[in-house]
């Protein structure tokens, strides 16, 4: 195993432990009533896909390709982290409406309207690259949750900022800039 490819998973242990600890210091808030997909369910089918499947067959193999992984891993990250000072204790956790919330778009909001669930992203594609393409599956299980967070999260911004947020959204993308 390559050095690369033995520090992918300190650099995870790493930002989530960095996750955890700043969440202490977060807004107290509400979860949406809105049903949520199963996100324990969708772990453990996800784990068991990947140990049937994972069978080392789309192991990465190429040193070229470990090295983008992780810059794509680190930058990806690198965006949560940051997107994730700059909402200070605004952050929340998916589909949470703030008791006093305050609508951010500055920073990496300024680009899209959910940087640190692009960067997750962003941060399982550097993974996969670097490590297993299976990881894939990740990506597209946890895009597709995302992707249904962020439409349940900027319905509850819509209604707490009826007067800016529609002009927000005009301008900036939901989660790769100038794209989508």
């Not at 790493?14 to 969440?23: E, G, K, P, Q, T």
């Not at 959910?114 to 946890?142: E, K, R």
């Not at 009826?162 to 301008?171: F, H, I, S």
Request: proline share 6%.
């Amino acid at each position: 195993m390559s050095t690369l490819r033995s520090a992918v998973p300190v650099v995870w242990l790493v930002f989530w432990a960095y996750w955890l600890i700043s969440a202490a210091r977060a807004k107290h808030g509400t979860r949406s009533t809105r049903t949520r997909p199963p996100g324990l369910l969708i772990g453990v089918v996800g784990f068991v896909v990947l140990r049937l499947f994972g069978t080392g067959s789309l192991t990465v193999n190429s040193p070229a390709l470990e090295v983008v992984g992780v810059i794509l891993l680190l930058s990806g990250l690198g965006l949560a982290v940051w997107a994730r000072v700059h909402l200070g204790r605004n952050w929340g956790m998916p589909m949470t409406q703030k008791d006093e919330p305050e609508l951010v778009t500055s920073g990496p909001y300024r680009f899209v309207r959910h940087p640190i669930y692009s960067g997750i992203l962003l941060g399982i594609i550097g993974t996969s690259l670097a490590i297993n393409l299976y990881l894939l599956f990740a990506f597209a299980v946890l895009g597709a949750y995302f992707t249904y967070c962020a439409k349940v999260e900027e319905g509850l911004m819509t209604s707490s900022f009826p007067g800016v947020y529609p002009g927000y959204v005009a301008r900036t993308k939901m989660l790769i800039p100038f794209v989508l």
